[in-house]
């Protein structure tokens, strides 16, 4: 699972070095490519809470009135996982409108600092070893 998460972090980072780049180009139209690329983000990020909504949904398909711990706990499960999410989210997504905001109005070092924070954590990836089974270490 971490590795997983790993080339979702590093494919995220690409796509937001080339929407940056994007936007430099059509600066006017800088908060189009930025908002497709938030929504999309957003969507892949909140894909585990869709068997948990699954779930209920099919809870209260079957039993049109289920016992009231399970729709709770259910309702609170999803809860807890909304939560964080919608917080990370909305402080992810004021960033990269702030980049699109000056990149709008000509100040491009917002722009600046966020490339260069893509670009460190792209070669720090690059950099990092890969781990290997124990067979490939002898």
């Not at 590795?3 to 940056?20: D, G, Q």
């Not at 969507?43 to 016992?67: C, H, T």
């Not at 000509?106 to 067979?135: C, H, M, W, Y």
Request: aromatic share 14%; charged share 15%; glycine share 2%.
């Amino acid at each position: 699972m971490k590795k997983l998460l790993s080339k979702l972090h590093r494919v995220r980072w690409h796509s937001e070095l080339h929407v940056l780049h994007f936007s430099r180009k059509l600066w006017l139209l800088a908060p189009m490519p930025i908002f497709l690329m938030i929504i999309f983000w957003c969507f892949v990020y909140a894909l585990p809470i869709l068997p948990v909504s699954i779930f209920s949904i099919l809870i209260v398909e079957q039993d049109p009135q289920p016992p009231s711990w399970l729709f709770l706990s259910v309702t609170l499960l999803q809860m807890l996982i909304a939560l964080p999410a919608t917080i990370i989210g909305f402080v992810y997504m004021t960033k990269w409108y702030m980049v699109a905001i000056g990149l709008m109005f000509g100040k491009t070092q917002v722009a600046d600092k966020k490339e260069a924070f893509l670009r460190e954590k792209l070669n720090l990836f690059a950099i990092s070893p890969t781990p290997q089974s124990p067979s490939h270490r002898a």
